[in-house]
């Protein structure tokens, strides 16, 4: 039964209440809307920041939901608004920010909100001024935060009210209104001087308007609404005595309600309407009571229900709830499944995903569809139809840890040869969800392949929700690079490339030496890192093989040694003083020190392996133009960026991207990448065949993750290193601007 359904139907069935036409969505509530309205026209008296809240199933986000239809000047224009309580009726405004926190983290709803309003800010401490700036107020609304966060465990909804809502409601030009649990909206509302916030709580006798609920559920029960043909339901004095009935036993809770009504017209056989027993209390007691009329019992049914009350994301993938059903129940539910299917009917629903954007998520760099090509292929979920009731029956559950384990052990067994390119998304995105859940998520962070390939910001929450001294090294490694992999929607070729090399400057070889060993076209090998704090320059160069302390390279016994030329703090352990161009005039150049008050030393390097070289400065000789112009590669330089282009073809072979600025580098003839940081000096040897550079122009897919524009880094294929200009921040699907 659809929103829409209601909708049209609602009023019809309902006629007018005090002679107004009640709202069509929501069918009563006149109090909270009329409070509402007078929210947003800024009646004098009334707060700056309204909070919505109640005990789950009570209404607030279908409140909401019909609110933001009167503020939305397009929808508006659907509504009887001439027909409704004029009170209840907001102004004609331009429709008020509402950025969307379901199924994201804090950061990114507020990155949604900062792009909406094109602020130029490179951090979230930087929206909060440009708000508390504006010579105007602003309205902005922010739904449903009890669904806020891609991972359940990871406390999404407090989060977003700590790091996001607060410092909205604080901020004098900010007129908020959300909706958010009970507690969450008592801890937003002690944080405000008395008189600019009103905590509205639908369960609250004020508040409730038990002729809504009355209303609410004669509407469901109307055959224009979807209901069967039944007595109760075609009579309309049957329907007004059932619909009083129901609304009077479920104590508030609209969902109760919806969840009896679609029990009824699932299966009516064995219902009597005047058996008050058979009607029910609470969300728990109808699971009970259609278990019983269809001959079955609340447990077995709560074990039918349990994977999906336990799934993450937008739902589960059909053919993981049998193999889930089994691990939770300790037996197999195939045939509870197959003929259970009437049992489970009225508490899910089944949800379209786009096949592709489940496969490779941005993973693979796949080419858009040409226009005209047939519509992508769907992916069936499977969902329960309300969080309240997942939470209902996750209750029940005699140990939900002990349920989350076997859950993710045996999705662990579903990837198929422990190969995560060809894990179902849903185990490859949300396994750690679940491991975090049971307690287990450390012992999981081992593999680089998961790494590689689950989703960044699921993985990424799910891990920052762990203490730091319960993860190892390479989880560690992996949460301080995720941020790149966010910002950039870098496809799993560049996140293997990224997390490569940050193996390799944590001191983790054989994590990085695991990532060639993954079958993906990696862009380049890190053939060492140094820890080098303070280097200012960077420069390849060669020595000859005669040279008394140079040995020959054992490959190329007759060719010259490249080395790595690096300007250092004075006094770093096997430096030198910097020659004069009189004592060394071949030697690299060296003139970029940044700093030439501070006291410099030049370090030697070799540049196809890790260690140090003893060598005169007057011996090493730098490239020629000759030989640089000849190169195959050209390098370009941004502040955070690096892009390496063909000289052949003019195209961008990779981008490099830095969780630090870049303060120097440089690219050998050979094709091997010098780079320093504040982190220290890395050396990289360019792979054939090359990826493409990451996309930084994408925007964040819709559901777990977001809607988040990134800014492109503009291709100069043809520019020197001088003309590569930074493009300020990248927002990414995280919000990462670093």
């Given at each position: 039964?659809?929103?829409?359904t209601?909708?049209?139907?609602?009023?019809?069935?309902?006629?007018?209440?005090?002679?107004?036409a009640?709202?069509?969505f929501?069918?009563?509530?006149?109090?909270?809307?009329?409070?509402?309205?007078?929210?947003?026209m800024?009646?004098?008296?009334?707060?700056?920041?309204?909070?919505?809240?109640?005990?789950?199933?009570?209404?607030?986000?279908?409140?909401?939901?019909?609110?933001l239809?009167?503020?939305?000047?397009?929808?508006?224009?659907?509504?009887?608004l001439?027909?409704?309580d004029p009170?209840?009726?907001?102004?004609?405004?331009?429709a008020?920010?509402?950025?969307?926190?379901?199924?994201?983290?804090?950061?990114?709803?507020?990155?949604l909100?900062?792009?909406?309003?094109?602020?130029?800010?490179?951090?979230?401490?930087?929206?909060f001024?440009?708000?508390?700036?504006?010579?105007?107020?602003?309205?902005?609304?922010?739904?449903?935060?009890?669904?806020?966060?891609?991972?359940?465990?990871?406390d999404?909804p407090?989060?977003l009210?700590?790091?996001?809502?607060?410092?909205?409601?604080?901020?004098?030009?900010?007129?908020?209104?959300?909706?958010?649990?009970?507690?969450?909206?008592?801890?937003?509302?002690?944080?405000?001087?008395?008189?600019?916030?009103?905590?509205?709580?639908?369960?609250?006798?004020?508040?409730?308007?038990?002729?809504?609920?009355?209303?609410?559920?004669?509407?469901?029960?109307?055959?224009?609404?979807?209901?069967?043909?039944l007595?109760?339901?075609?009579?309309?004095?049957?329907?007004?005595?059932?619909?009083?009935?129901?609304a009077?036993?479920?104590?508030?809770?609209?969902?109760?309600?919806?969840?009896?009504?679609?029990?009824?017209?699932?299966?009516?056989?064995?219902?009597?309407?005047?058996?008050?027993?058979?009607?029910?209390?609470?969300?728990g007691?109808?699971?009970?009571?259609?278990?019983?009329?269809?001959?079955s019992?609340?447990?077995?049914?709560?074990q039918?229900?349990a994977?999906?009350?336990?799934?993450?994301?937008?739902?589960?993938?059909?053919?993981?709830?049998?193999?889930?059903?089994?691990?939770?129940?300790?037996?197999?539910?195939?045939?509870?499944l197959?003929?259970?299917?009437?049992?489970a009917?009225?508490?899910?629903e089944?949800?379209?995903?786009?096949?592709?954007?489940?496969?490779?998520?941005?993973?693979?760099?796949?080419?858009?569809p040409?226009?005209?090509?047939?519509?992508?292929?769907?992916r069936?979920?499977?969902?329960?139809?309300h969080?309240?009731?997942?939470a209902?029956?996750?209750?029940?559950?005699?140990?939900?840890?002990?349920?989350?384990?076997?859950?993710?052990?045996?999705?662990?067994?579903?990837?198929?040869?422990?190969?995560?390119?060809?894990?179902?998304?849903?185990?490859?995105?949300?396994?750690?969800?679940?491991?975090?859940?049971?307690?287990?998520?450390?012992?999981?962070?081992?593999?680089?392949?998961?790494?590689?390939?689950?989703d960044?910001?699921?993985?990424?929450?799910?891990?920052?929700?762990?203490?730091?001294?319960?993860?190892?090294?390479?989880?560690?490694?992996?949460?301080?690079?995720?941020?790149?992999?966010?910002r950039?929607?870098?496809?799993?070729e560049?996140?293997?490339?990224?997390?490569?090399?940050?193996?390799?400057e944590?001191d983790?070889?054989?994590?990085?030496?695991?990532?060639h060993?993954?079958?993906?076209?990696?862009?380049?090998?890190?053939?060492?890192?140094?820890?080098?704090?303070?280097?200012?320059?960077?420069?390849?160069?060669?020595?000859?093989?005669?040279?008394?302390?140079?040995?020959?390279?054992?490959?190329?016994?007759?060719?010259?040694?490249?080395?790595?030329?690096?300007?250092?703090?004075?006094?770093?352990?096997?430096?030198?003083?910097?020659?004069?161009?009189?004592?060394?005039?071949?030697?690299?150049?060296?003139?970029d020190?940044?700093d030439?008050?501070?006291?410099?030393?030049?370090?030697?390097?070799?540049?196809?392996?890790?260690?140090?070289v003893?060598?005169?400065?007057?011996?090493?000789?730098?490239?020629?133009?000759?030989?640089r112009?000849?190169?195959?590669?050209?390098?370009?330089?941004?502040?955070?960026?690096?892009?390496?282009?063909?000289?052949?073809?003019?195209?961008?072979?990779?981008?490099?991207?830095?969780?630090?600025?870049?303060?120097?580098?440089?690219?050998?003839?050979?094709?091997?990448?010098?780079?320093a940081?504040?982190?220290?000096v890395?050396?990289?040897?360019?792979?054939a065949?090359?990826?493409?550079?990451?996309?930084?122009e994408?925007?964040?897919?819709?559901?777990?993750?977001?809607t988040?524009?990134?800014?492109?880094?503009?291709?100069?294929?043809?520019?020197?290193?001088?003309?590569?200009?930074?493009?300020g921040?990248?927002?990414?699907?995280?919000?990462?601007?670093?």
């Amino acid at each position: 039964m659809g929103d829409e359904t209601v909708m049209s139907s609602s009023a019809e069935a309902a006629g007018k209440t005090d002679h107004y036409a009640p709202h069509p969505f929501i069918g009563g509530r006149t109090a909270v809307l009329r409070a509402l309205a007078a929210w947003r026209m800024r009646w004098p008296g009334a707060p700056r920041v309204v909070v919505l809240t109640g005990s789950p199933g009570s209404g607030r986000s279908r409140v909401l939901a019909g609110f933001l239809m009167m503020c939305d000047p397009e929808y508006r224009k659907q509504l009887p608004l001439d027909d409704m309580d004029p009170a209840t009726v907001p102004p004609d405004l331009p429709a008020p920010a509402v950025p969307d926190p379901r199924g994201r983290t804090a950061a990114q709803t507020l990155w949604l909100l900062a792009d909406h309003l094109d602020l130029a800010v490179g951090s979230a401490a930087d929206v909060f001024s440009e708000l508390a700036a504006r010579e105007e107020p602003l309205t902005v609304v922010v739904p449903d935060a009890d669904l806020a966060g891609p991972v359940r465990a990871a406390d999404g909804p407090t989060r977003l009210v700590r790091e996001v809502l607060a410092p909205l409601a604080a901020t004098p030009t900010v007129h908020l209104l959300t909706d958010a649990p009970r507690e969450l909206a008592a801890e937003l509302a002690g944080a405000l001087p008395p008189g600019q916030v009103q905590v509205i709580d639908l369960d609250e006798p004020e508040w409730a308007d038990p002729e809504g609920l009355v209303l609410h559920a004669e509407t469901a029960l109307t055959p224009e609404a979807g209901a069967p043909d039944l007595p109760f339901t075609t009579d309309p004095a049957a329907r007004r005595a059932l619909a009083g009935a129901l609304a009077q036993r479920a104590n508030g809770s609209r969902l109760t309600l919806d969840l009896a009504t679609r029990s009824l017209f699932t299966h009516s056989a064995g219902f009597d309407p005047a058996d008050e027993a058979q009607l029910p209390g609470s969300v728990g007691e109808v699971l009970d009571l259609h278990a019983r009329r269809l001959g079955s019992d609340g447990p077995t049914l709560r074990q039918l229900l349990a994977p999906l009350a336990f799934a993450e994301g937008d739902g589960l993938p059909v053919h993981l709830w049998h193999p889930l059903a089994n691990a939770v129940a300790g037996r197999d539910m195939g045939q509870v499944l197959a003929e259970g299917m009437l049992l489970a009917a009225p508490f899910v629903e089944p949800v379209e995903r786009p096949a592709q954007a489940e496969a490779d998520a941005g993973r693979d760099g796949q080419e858009e569809p040409e226009e005209g090509a047939d519509a992508a292929p769907t992916r069936t979920l499977i969902r329960l139809t309300h969080p309240a009731l997942a939470a209902e029956i996750r209750s029940g559950i005699p140990d939900p840890r002990d349920a989350q384990t076997k859950i993710a052990m045996a999705l662990l067994e579903a990837v198929p040869q422990q190969d995560w390119s060809r894990a179902d998304p849903y185990v490859r995105d949300h396994l750690a969800a679940h491991t975090l859940d049971a307690g287990l998520l450390p012992q999981l962070l081992t593999d680089p392949g998961l790494f590689t390939y689950a989703d960044p910001v699921v993985l990424r929450t799910a891990i920052q929700a762990v203490p730091l001294d319960q993860l190892g090294a390479p989880a560690r490694t992996y949460l301080r690079t995720a941020p790149l992999f966010t910002r950039s929607e870098a496809p799993a070729e560049m996140r293997a490339a990224l997390l490569e090399t940050a193996f390799v400057e944590d001191d983790l070889p054989a994590y990085a030496e695991a990532l060639h060993g993954l079958d993906l076209a990696l862009p380049w090998r890190t053939l060492w890192s140094l820890p080098l704090r303070g280097v200012g320059s960077v420069t390849t160069g060669y020595l000859p093989p005669q040279g008394p302390t140079t040995p020959p390279d054992e490959a190329r016994p007759n060719a010259l040694r490249p080395v790595a030329a690096l300007i250092v703090p004075a006094g770093t352990p096997g430096s030198r003083p910097l020659p004069t161009p009189a004592d060394a005039p071949d030697a690299p150049d060296t003139s970029d020190a940044p700093d030439a008050s501070a006291p410099v030393a030049l370090l030697f390097h070799d540049l196809l392996r890790p260690g140090y070289v003893e060598a005169d400065p007057a011996q090493v000789l730098g490239p020629s133009e000759e030989q640089r112009a000849a190169a195959p590669y050209g390098l370009s330089r941004g502040a955070d960026y690096l892009r390496v282009w063909s000289r052949d073809s003019g195209e961008v072979v990779t981008a490099l991207l830095s969780d630090s600025p870049f303060q120097d580098a440089d690219l050998s003839p050979e094709g091997i990448l010098l780079a320093a940081t504040a982190r220290g000096v890395t050396a990289r040897q360019f792979l054939a065949p090359a990826p493409a550079a990451p996309s930084t122009e994408a925007t964040e897919a819709a559901g777990t993750t977001g809607t988040t524009e990134a800014h492109p880094i503009p291709a100069q294929p043809t520019a020197s290193p001088d003309a590569a200009a930074a493009t300020g921040s990248t927002h990414g699907p995280e919000g990462d601007p670093s």
